[in-house]
């Protein structure tokens, strides 16, 4: 949905571009910020977490983007350190991802539904036969770079046969996803994607990442004329689980040191419910070097979240790690 999505530019695709990652910057029109305040104040009083404990799913995004990608993300996989993943299906390393997948049925893996493709030289092009999808792609073939550029020239049949082809696919591989996101946030870039994405999501009854009706999301989506609690109760009523709260973080010119205080703070502020830590992890290899300039942030996540201080304070701070797998169960829908 439009409300929840940020664009990002082109000399760094990835800033900015996800949904909830802070308030949208409002007028300096004093009624207006008396408004902000009312609608937040309104909506404080509607929404209170199914679960009183601290649930985390702790997420690593891109999942068969490439070598260097799949290796980080199945070694914290395999640590335990990470306890969910998406696979991004047009990509070329996305057999690697579904052959390790296959291998190990219990890990929560969903897919990364995917219409962008951002980087210089490293570029993917539509699952679907690219007649279906023209809206999709640029003059050279490949996905667009920007969830701009998508919104821009994509109809919603067009993203439709896509994330379609995207999830055939999988199945094709033999992979049975535990839910659907969205890279770089395009399919909540547009209202019309966004049913497109509710309506495919509950065909094939894999779960979609949505949200719950926190203060944060109400007031978003009021502060651009869009009601969200019409759009939680179609979900209530097809009982599928929500996510309470999401850190979509990627600050990928953030040093170590920064960036480990700033995920041992998030860690210590947890409120109860069930929250997303979205992660972008990689190994230091030239593959990632090549591909994009943010290799070292990806590299510093994988190394953070292996250290052992990193598991402690989730264990001192009572937090459960959990799963799309088993969020239904969690809040009993």
Not at 41 to 53: D, I
Request: hydrophobic letters at 40%; a neutral charge; glycine letters at 6%.
């Amino acid at each position: 949905m439009a409300m929840w999505c940020r664009f990002g530019s082109m000399s760094n695709p990835h800033r900015g571009v996800y949904f909830l990652q802070g308030q949208p910057p409002a007028p300096s029109n004093h009624g207006f910020a008396m408004s902000r305040a009312h609608l937040l104040q309104e909506s404080q009083a509607t929404f209170t977490p199914r679960v009183k404990e601290r649930y985390l799913i702790i997420h690593a995004d891109d999942l068969g983007m490439c070598h260097a990608k799949n290796r980080g993300t199945i070694r914290a996989l395999e640590a335990g350190v990470v306890s969910s993943t998406s696979m991004m299906v047009p990509c070329p390393w996305f057999p690697e991802a579904a052959e390790w997948v296959r291998k190990n049925p219990k890990i929560d893996a969903g897919l990364h539904l995917t219409l962008t493709s951002e980087w210089q030289f490293y570029r993917w092009r539509p699952v679907a036969h690219p007649d279906k999808v023209k809206g999709l792609v640029d003059k050279d073939g490949f996905l667009w770079r920007s969830v701009e550029e998508v919104v821009r020239h994509a109809s919603p049949s067009e993203v439709e046969s896509e994330i379609r082809a995207q999830i055939e696919r999988a199945l094709h591989f033999g992979i049975r996803p535990t839910h659907l996101d969205s890279h770089m946030g395009t399919l909540y870039a547009d209202p019309r994607f966004f049913e497109v994405f509710l309506k495919v999501a509950m065909e094939y009854k894999i779960t979609p990442m949505v949200f719950s009706p926190t203060p944060e999301i109400l007031l978003m989506a009021k502060t651009r004329g869009l009601d969200y609690l019409p759009i939680y109760k179609r979900l209530q009523q097809a009982r599928i689980p929500t996510i309470d709260y999401l850190n979509p973080q990627y600050a990928p010119d953030e040093a170590f040191e920064p960036h480990r205080q700033r995920l041992h703070q998030f860690i210590r502020n947890l409120k109860p419910g069930v929250t997303e830590l979205i992660v972008h992890l990689g190994e230091d290899d030239p593959e990632g070097h090549a591909i994009t300039s943010s290799w070292r942030y990806r590299v510093d996540e994988l190394r953070i979240l292996l250290e052992p201080a990193f598991q402690s304070l989730l264990q001192q701070e009572g937090i459960r790690l959990t799963t799309y797998r088993e969020l239904p169960e969690i809040q009993g829908v």
